[in-house]
């Protein structure tokens, strides 16, 4: 049985800027609350900026604007399968669109290895 959880996990830019930003999001059954989501930077040197966040706040996010000062995650307005990113690190800061079905179906697999209760 495995013990972990990893999901390819695309950014793309909200606004003018053209491209996007392909990570991933991981979460391991020994820490049963958080969800890392790493974004390699496109520099050549390997590198990559990583925000550790509540998984209770991800699925929250599905829903209804939540944050945790690093990062907010919001339903878009208009597009139900859209969510709203907004990362507040100087290493990555920025509005961006994510994709709510491959975040709800991550959050899905997780709650496989350790159910998530979040309260409505």
Known sequence: MTHF???PFTLWPVGLEI???????AYGKDAPNAVEIVL???????????????????AIGLHRRAS???IVVRPHRTRADW???????PSGAGDFYAD?????????ATAELVPLE???
Do not use: E, K, W
Not at 83 to 89: E, G, M
Not at 100 to 108: G, K, N, P, Q, Y
């Open 83 to 89: 969510l709203i990113v907004t990362l507040t690190a």
């Open 40 to 58: 390699p930077h496109h520099d050549g040197t390997g590198d990559a900026t990583s925000y550790i966040v509540d998984r209770a706040l991800l």
């Open 100 to 108: 709510a079905v491959v975040l709800r179906m991550f959050l899905d």
């Open 68 to 70: 945790n000062g690093a």
């Open 118 to 120: 979040v309260a409505a």
């Open 19 to 25: 491209g996007s930003h392909c990570g991933f999001l």
């Open 5 to 7: 959880v990893h999901q």
